[in-house]
């Protein structure tokens, strides 16, 4: 009988074994608009056929520098916060396995031996006497027959919560690539105007010096001798200034990296850093399911989604199987003699009855759950549109801003040059070149800091848009 209820129950696991009380899932309808914003700002995009999505260029094909690329493979290999999540991967999967064998019995060998002493007034025959009694037993101890999907479910969650942690990691990833990249362009822009400064620096010398010579003779007032001195000590300022930011960026970079970046690797000036071709962000805002965060945010709905299944599995009995077979005998020379086998079969089960409707509030936690992982869910992609569409917004400007600002160079270099020269011939006083230098010094700056703008633009539209795998 004991038999043919064990053959029952393998059955009754065969046939339910699959199924689970869990929700069926359908990803949530984004909340953001099909496309990507229009106007003036936006600059129309043209997808070439076959063109690949940023998700899907490697970092090592989008930055053409070989330094760089050196940089960031030093950081990939020695950053904290990318080993710490990693490391979490690693455990998580190992939650995962954990989970998952509940759904095998354990099967456990165990062996005693025991020899006791009974009294005569219990024994029976009224002589006290020596019982041994020894066995070994190959057994299951209490395998939860999954009939209404609980284990299962759980193992669903630990699945997707193993997943939300590689998505992590690849999102740690990406921004640690953008973070290095970014932080190489600052270095590289402020080292440019450091080398500005100093040259401008050198510049208001030569001019002072000239002033002072012509003030020695007479030709010029102490006012415009002094004007030039302030020209002087602005610069002066400025190359410090740097020396302070360039030194600042050198350290930040140290510690994204993991380890001191070799000089050899550290840029001269924006000049030498060359990313790749423009990129395109497309025409749907679909592309944006290709973010890490993204998939991540879904696989820890997917998860509080399945735990729903092990909330409802709880309402309905739980079967457990306890069986084992062996050999016993009062002899350690008769374990393995004919008749000395011995076996046992313990179904058991559970019917919630009364618990004071924790049960029932248990659910209503974890639906609760559910609806804040979905709430979170829609509010990264929200984030994600905004990334997006900001950085398609100075994508379309900054090309516009970069010519304007270079003809805006190259005119300021003209009128400095004509008012030194109507200086030196004594059309115009000193106050009118040292506008004309000021001028010129801050256009430069300027335009530093736009071409810095243009390429850290291109940098963030590759991050945003899921590149940096």
């Known amino acids: 009988m ?34 990507w914003p229009s106007g003036p700002a936006y600059k129309e995009s043209v997808v070439k056929p076959g063109e690949p999505f940023a998700a899907d260029i490697h970092w090592h094909n989008f930055f053409v520098d070989e330094k760089l690329r050196k940089v960031i493979d030093l950081a990939l290999a020695n950053n904290r916060d990318l080993r710490i999540a990693a490391l979490n991967i690693e455990k998580m999967r190992a939650i995962y396995q954990i989970q998952r064998a509940e759904l095998f019995p354990i099967v456990n060998a165990a ?28 057994g299951i101890s209490s395998w939860e027959l999954d009939l209404f999907g609980r284990i299962r479910s759980l193992k669903k969650q630990a699945l997707e919560q193993y997943l939300a942690t590689e998505q992590a990691r690849r999102s740690t990833q990406i921004s640690l690539v953008a973070e290095v990249a970014n932080t190489y362009l600052t270095l590289a822009a402020d080292r440019e105007r450091l080398k500005l400064a100093q040259d401008t620096l050198e510049t208001q010398r030569t001019s002072f010096n000239l002033i002072q010579r012509r003030y020695d003779v007479g030709a010029s007032s102490e006012i415009d001798l002094r004007q030039a001195q302030t020209s002087v000590d602005a610069a002066r300022v400025d190359i410090a200034r740097y020396i302070g930011q360039v030194a600042q960026e050198e350290n930040a970079l140290n510690l994204l990296v993991g380890s001191p970046v070799p000089t050899e690797l550290l840029p001269d000036d924006l000049a030498a850093v060359v990313l790749m071709k423009d990129i395109t962000a497309g025409v749907s805002s679909e592309v944006l399911q290709r973010r890490p965060d993204i998939l991540q945010a879904e696989n820890q709905l997917k998860a509080a989604n399945a735990n729903i299944g092990a909330a409802r599995a709880a309402f309905f009995p739980r079967i457990a199987l306890t069986t084992s077979i062996g050999t016993t005998s009062d002899e350690l020379s008769g374990l393995f003699k004919s008749g000395s086998d011995a076996w046992s079969f313990s179904p058991q089960i559970t019917l919630p009855i009364f618990d004071a409707g924790r049960n029932r509030a ?73 506008d004309a230098q000021r001028s010129l010094y801050g256009a430069q700056q300027g335009l530093i800091n736009v071409r810095q703008a243009h390429l850290a633009n291109l940098l963030t539209l590759y991050k945003v848009l899921g590149g940096g795998r």
């Open 2 to 35: 004991n038999k043919h209820l064990f053959l029952l129950l393998i059955g009754i696991v065969a046939v339910f074994g699959g199924c689970t009380l869990a929700p069926k899932y359908v990803r949530p309808q984004a909340p953001v608009a099909s496309i």
């Open 111 to 138: 062996g005693t031996g025991s020899k006791e002493r009974v009294p005569g007034v219990v024994s029976g025959t009224g002589q006290a006497m020596t019982v041994e009694l020894y066995n070994v037993n190959l």
């Open 362 to 434: 248990n659910l209503k936690a974890i639906k609760a759950d559910r609806d804040i992982f979905l709430a979170q869910y829609e509010k990264t992609i929200q984030v994600a549109f905004r990334e997006v569409a900001d950085a398609l917004a100075q994508h379309g400007t900054v090309g516009d801003q970069l010519v304007a600002q270079q003809s805006l160079v190259d005119a300021t270099a003209a009128s400095y040059r004509l008012s030194e020269a109507r200086y030196l011939s004594g059309i115009d006083n000193h106050l009118v070149i040292l």
